[in-house]
């Protein structure tokens, strides 16, 4: 794993994806992608030799880390024997698959549709339940991220949603408990879980519970902020769906397979959805896969009514490869177990202590390899060290924040006034310290843009 330095090749690959490549969420003249040369384990690295430790996860995917041989090698396998199938038939990697990920899933939700990622997993989950129910609204969350597909987008509840937003999608906003932005004047954790609850049974109330099919949350918001729902909130959430007859699904896209020290973020507050999207975790992100867990009850509903949708793609041999082996290192290797006892070890305390020190965190959340801290002007106000969706010069601070990090040596992950850390969940404690010292660092330059 040591990087050789190939300045000349590495000019080449910028060359080319510069005059060829269209990025996504990109004004496509105002980016300077880094050309990567290689990863493995916690690490990835340039061609001019420099490495970095990836706090971001890629895209908070690699929970096994870059390269896991194990699951490389069962690619390498699958590839020689199936490289591809259609998914109408029985195959063994997606039969295989769907098993894993069926025994871990919370409750009854034993039936799995696989998509090719997160956004569609969405898109088919919210079809199912709307087919369920015979009902047209989806109720979603603001401060949420479901996706960069029609529907997913339009659940969604942060700024990439506004471009897409056709305003006839069925779908109705409501504020998810957040406590330290509190939308409902609450001091405590039990007063924000309260008023949220009836903040939101008076919005079923209002749009008419008979049209809503769903509630989709991301059980832990991801992009949006990495906010852990108070006490007692899901399981709110989940009774006022049994009263009105409503769907819940949880995304569990970037929460779920070991990121919060559980198999499933659910697993945490002991709720069962009626339906489950996840992605990213299942394999790594080394082949693209999603899907949705299906309940019994949703799963009945199309025994012998056809369900109307699927992909070419659906349960790829050898995405479903790379899922039965990353499943099985994470049993084998401990990982969600890693994953909850560094978090709770290493990287809260190391990040209540940075907190301490440093007068640009306004507030450190989060649980097993799945955090975030809040970045502010001033403490006391909770002003945010940049506006709500800034760019450009509004966006500096927390540019300057994110370049200190990067020369330091760590790839951080950054979304508004959020850094978030989420690093791999099988990261050793030496690199967990190793990328705390370098946010130390980083945080004295936010800290100069303090009031």
């Given at each position: 794993?040591?990087?050789?330095?190939?300045?000349?090749?590495?000019?080449?690959?910028?060359?080319?994806?510069?005059?060829?490549?269209?990025?996504?969420?990109?004004?496509?003249?105002?980016?300077?992608?880094?050309?990567?040369?290689?990863?493995?384990?916690?690490?990835?690295?340039?061609?001019?030799?420099?490495?970095?430790?990836?706090?971001?996860?890629?895209?908070?995917?690699?929970?096994?880390?870059?390269?896991?041989?194990?699951?490389?090698?069962?690619?390498?396998?699958?590839?020689?024997?199936?490289?591809?199938?259609?998914?109408?038939?029985?195959?063994?990697?997606?039969?295989?698959?769907?098993?894993?990920?069926?025994?871990?899933?919370?409750?009854?939700?034993?039936?799995?549709?696989?998509?090719?990622?997160?956004?569609?997993?969405?898109?088919?989950?919210?079809?199912?339940?709307?087919?369920?129910?015979?009902?047209?609204?989806?109720?979603?969350?603001?401060?949420?991220?479901?996706?960069?597909?029609?529907?997913?987008?339009?659940?969604?509840?942060?700024?990439?949603?506004?471009?897409?937003?056709?305003?006839?999608?069925?779908?109705?906003?409501?504020?998810?408990?957040?406590?330290?932005?509190?939308?409902?004047?609450?001091?405590?954790?039990?007063?924000?879980?309260?008023?949220?609850?009836?903040?939101?049974?008076?919005?079923?109330?209002?749009?008419?519970?008979?049209?809503?099919?769903?509630?989709?949350?991301?059980?832990?918001?991801?992009?949006?902020?990495?906010?852990?729902?108070?006490?007692?909130?899901?399981?709110?959430?989940?009774?006022?769906?049994?009263?009105?007859?409503?769907?819940?699904?949880?995304?569990?896209?970037?929460?779920?397979?070991?990121?919060?020290?559980?198999?499933?973020?659910?697993?945490?507050?002991?709720?069962?959805?009626?339906?489950?999207?996840?992605?990213?975790?299942?394999?790594?992100?080394?082949?693209?896969?999603?899907?949705?867990?299906?309940?019994?009850?949703?799963?009945?509903?199309?025994?012998?009514?056809?369900?109307?949708?699927?992909?070419?793609?659906?349960?790829?041999?050898?995405?479903?490869?790379?899922?039965?082996?990353?499943?099985?290192?994470?049993?084998?290797?401990?990982?969600?177990?890693?994953?909850?006892?560094?978090?709770?070890?290493?990287?809260?305390?190391?990040?209540?202590?940075?907190?301490?020190?440093?007068?640009?965190v306004g507030e450190v959340r989060g649980v097993g390899m799945f955090w975030a801290l809040e970045l502010v002007r001033d403490r006391e106000t909770r002003e945010p060290l940049v506006p709500y969706n800034a760019s450009g010069e509004a966006n500096a601070p927390m540019a300057a924040f994110a370049a200190a990090a990067k020369e330091g040596g760590i790839w951080p992950f950054v979304n508004m006034n959020r850094t978030h850390v989420v690093p791999p969940c099988n990261a050793s404690e030496a690199e967990l310290k190793e990328g705390l010292?370098?946010?130390?660092?980083?945080?004295?330059?936010?800290?100069?843009?303090?009031?």
């Amino acid at each position: 794993m040591t990087p050789q330095p190939n300045p000349e090749a590495g000019a080449a690959v910028k060359a080319a994806d510069r005059a060829h490549v269209f990025h996504s969420w990109s004004a496509q003249e105002l980016i300077d992608p880094l050309a990567v040369a290689g990863a493995e384990g916690s690490y990835f690295w340039d061609y001019d030799g420099r490495r970095y430790l990836d706090f971001a996860s890629g895209l908070v995917y690699t929970n096994i880390g870059y390269q896991h041989p194990k699951v490389v090698a069962a690619v390498q396998e699958q590839a020689a024997r199936m490289t591809t199938f259609a998914p109408a038939f029985a195959v063994e990697a997606r039969s295989e698959a769907a098993r894993l990920i069926a025994e871990r899933t919370p409750g009854d939700l034993d039936r799995i549709f696989f998509t090719n990622g997160g956004a569609d997993a969405v898109e088919h989950a919210l079809r199912m339940a709307r087919l369920h129910t015979g009902r047209p609204k989806v109720l979603s969350a603001y401060r949420s991220y479901h996706g960069g597909t029609q529907q997913a987008v339009n659940v969604t509840g942060d700024p990439r949603r506004w471009p897409s937003d056709s305003g006839t999608a069925g779908v109705v906003r409501f504020w998810a408990p957040y406590l330290y932005r509190s939308r409902f004047y609450a001091e405590t954790e039990e007063q924000e879980c309260a008023r949220a609850l009836e903040h939101l049974e008076t919005t079923i109330a209002f749009e008419g519970p008979s049209t809503i099919a769903a509630i989709i949350l991301e059980t832990i918001p991801g992009t949006a902020g990495i906010m852990l729902p108070p006490a007692g909130y899901l399981a709110g959430v989940r009774d006022l769906c049994d009263t009105y007859g409503i769907v819940l699904v949880l995304d569990e896209v970037m929460a779920g397979f070991g990121r919060t020290g559980k198999w499933f973020a659910a697993d945490l507050y002991d709720v069962v959805p009626d339906l489950m999207t996840f992605a990213k975790g299942v394999n790594s992100g080394y082949v693209p896969l999603g899907g949705v867990a299906i309940s019994g009850a949703i799963a009945e509903t199309f025994a012998r009514r056809p369900y109307p949708g699927g992909l070419t793609y659906s349960g790829h041999p050898l995405a479903c490869a790379a899922a039965v082996a990353t499943i099985n290192v994470m049993a084998e290797e401990g990982v969600v177990e890693n994953a909850a006892a560094l978090g709770a070890s290493v990287v809260g305390p190391g990040l209540r202590e940075l907190a301490a020190r440093h007068p640009s965190v306004g507030e450190v959340r989060g649980v097993g390899m799945f955090w975030a801290l809040e970045l502010v002007r001033d403490r006391e106000t909770r002003e945010p060290l940049v506006p709500y969706n800034a760019s450009g010069e509004a966006n500096a601070p927390m540019a300057a924040f994110a370049a200190a990090a990067k020369e330091g040596g760590i790839w951080p992950f950054v979304n508004m006034n959020r850094t978030h850390v989420v690093p791999p969940c099988n990261a050793s404690e030496a690199e967990l310290k190793e990328g705390l010292a370098v946010l130390d660092a980083a945080l004295t330059v936010a800290d100069g843009y303090v009031a």
